[in-house]
Structures are given as C-alpha cells and as structure tokens.
C-alpha cells in the first residue's frame, strides 16, 4: 500500500513539474497570458481528475456502505467539476444565463437528483425492502430525478407555447403537476396490492398455524409458504392485457432464503409453460411477484382452464 502511494505522488509530481508545463507554454503562447498564471490552473485542471481517479483507484472492492460512499462520492465530484460546467456554458451560450448561476443551479439539481437516487438504493439494499411500501418510496424516490430532468422539461416548453408563460415558472409548475400524479399513482397501486394480498398473507398465516406442529423443527423448505392465483383480465384488443399469475410468499423460517420459483401453467394435466424467478424473502416476512400470462403460454381461450402450480428450491443465508 505504501508503495502504491508512493508511485501515485510520483506521478502527480510528474504532471505537475512536467506535462503542466508543456501545455501552459502553449496556451500561454496562444492567450498572450503570464506563463506562471497559466501553469498554476493547468497543474489544477490536471491534479483534479487525477485526484479522483485515485480515490476511485483505492475504493474498497466489496458492497459494503464505504464502498458505496467512495462510488457516490465520486460521483458528486464528478459531476460538479465536469458536467456542470458543460451545462452552465450551454446555458450561458443559449439562455444568456451568467456562468456561475448555470453552475450552481445545475449543481443543486444534479446533486439533488443524486440523493433521491442514493435513498432509493439504500432502501432496496436494506431490510426496508421487504416492505411493500417502503418498496413503492423507494420507487417514487427513484422516478422523481427523470421526471424533474426528462419529463417536465417538454411539458413545460408546450405549456410555455400555448400560455405565453416564462419557461422557468412552467417547469417548476410541470415537475410539481407530475411529481403529484406519480405519488397518487404510486399509492393507487400500493393501496390496491396492498388489499389483493393481505387476504393470501392471512391465509398463509392460518395455513401455517394448523400446520407448525407437524412441520421440521429447524429452517425448512416447507416453512416457505406460497399462494398463486391468477390475477387481471384479457383485453378485447389482444395486445393489450394485464392476465398474470400474481404470487405471494412469505418465509416463516427464522433465516433469511435465497432460491429460485418455477411458477407453471397447466392445461388438462399437461404443463404448456413454465417461468423461473429468483426470489429472495427475508426471515419472517412476505414478498409479492407475478408473471405475465404470455409468459406461460397462456392465452385468452384457454385463460378459465389454466391451472397453476410451484416448484421451489434454495437455500438459507446463515
């Protein structure tokens, strides 16, 4: 380690007392600018990137929280010494907008857009995922940066078209207007998986109540308890459908299981599809998934026949 850091100072001293040089002669020469005022910044220009290719360099290797605070670290620095700038000069080239006012808005609002992304990771990294709504936050969180970035910008150009309105009040107004439709979108949906499956989830409960005397006294397989059932309708237009087979697990087991679920589809005794998942339940709590019907070969005139069935099989994380 300590010849590494030795090797990359000796480096950092080659750009410094040689390669900065060379350029600051020519754009000294070029700007008819003081030689020492222009190696200085080039040294700067230089030593940055370079600084944060190291830091990259010596990042831990592993998923843990120090190396996710080297990525996102990066990341910010990243961004605040090479995108910004970019988007401060087209501001100031397009919208007349002072360069340092394009930089630091541009800034808050990359960084912001940053941060939402980061929570949203965290949360599907930790035990708050097993939770069907923090997985719908999370969601939220995660939409939010595009809608800001990519969907509000032509909403607003075309309100700003037919209300005569400043671009900046229209923007402000389109992020709100479909931020606010995303999040009664989000609840919509949570609130109604939510209804769907706690039936199946107290089901399982009492399923599993009858059945703890006789099941393995340690983690089993047989403690991992799943309902399948099929869920939406065939559309009269074909291509359009939401029919799937919508499952429901939940780990009774006091570890958490990683493996894989084979949901098939049967028709008259025959398996005419079959899907894999991976799934992953931690200890004690419950998880949803579905598969299109599509998937398993199902169709509208066989959809009421169809009968579906599980095969499962893991391991437990100790």
Same mark, same amino acid.
């Given at each position: ?10 480096? @950092? ?11 600051? #002669? ?20 230089? #030593? ?5 290719? /190291? ?31 970019? /988007? ?7 919208? !007349? ?71 900046? !009040? ?84 006091? @570890? ?8 098939? @589809? ?8 079959? !899907? ?43």
């Amino acid at each position: 380690m300590i010849f590494e850091l030795v090797g990359l100072g000796i480096i @950092a001293i080659i750009l410094v007392i040689i390669i900065a040089p060379i350029i600051a #002669l020519f754009f000294s020469w070029i700007g008819k600018m003081p030689f020492k005022t222009v190696w200085k910044r080039t040294s700067i220009v230089l #030593l940055i990137p370079y600084l944060l290719f /190291i830091s990259l360099a010596l990042a831990p290797d592993d998923e843990g929280p120090l190396s996710t605070a080297f990525d996102i670290g990066f990341i910010t620095a990243f961004i605040i010494i090479f995108i910004t700038p970019i /988007i401060a000069l087209f501001l100031k080239w397009i919208f !007349k907008t002072p360069f340092k006012y394009g930089w630091i808005s541009s800034s808050v609002i990359l960084l912001g857009a940053l941060t939402l992304l980061s929570i949203s990771f965290a949360i599907d990294a930790s035990d708050l995922s097993s939770s069907l709504a923090w997985q719908n936050i999370a969601g939220v969180l995660s939409i939010i940066p595009f809608i800001i970035l990519l969907g509000a910008p032509p909403l607003a150009l075309l309100l700003k078209l037919t209300k005569n309105e400043s671009y900046k !009040k229209m923007w402000k107004f389109s992020s709100i207007f479909l931020i606010g439709a995303s999040i009664i979108l989000f609840l919509t949906v949570t609130i109604g998986l939510y209804f769907d499956e706690q039936p199946l989830v107290e089901e399982m409960d009492e399923k599993f109540e009858q059945r703890k005397d006789e099941l393995p006294k340690g983690n089993s397989i047989d403690k991992i308890f799943i309902e399948v059932e099929k869920s939406g309708q065939f559309n009269w237009r074909r291509r359009r459908t939401n029919a799937s087979a919508s499952m429901v697990f939940k780990n009774y087991n006091n @570890a958490d299981f990683k493996g894989t679920v084979i949901i098939y @589809a049967i028709l008259n005794k025959e398996i005419i599809g079959a !899907k894999e998942l991976n799934i992953e339940i931690d200890s004690q709590s419950e998880e949803s998934d579905y598969v299109p019907a599509k998937r398993l070969n199902i169709n509208k005139k066989i959809w009421d026949d169809v009968e579906l069935d599980y095969s499962i099989e893991g391991e437990f994380k100790s």
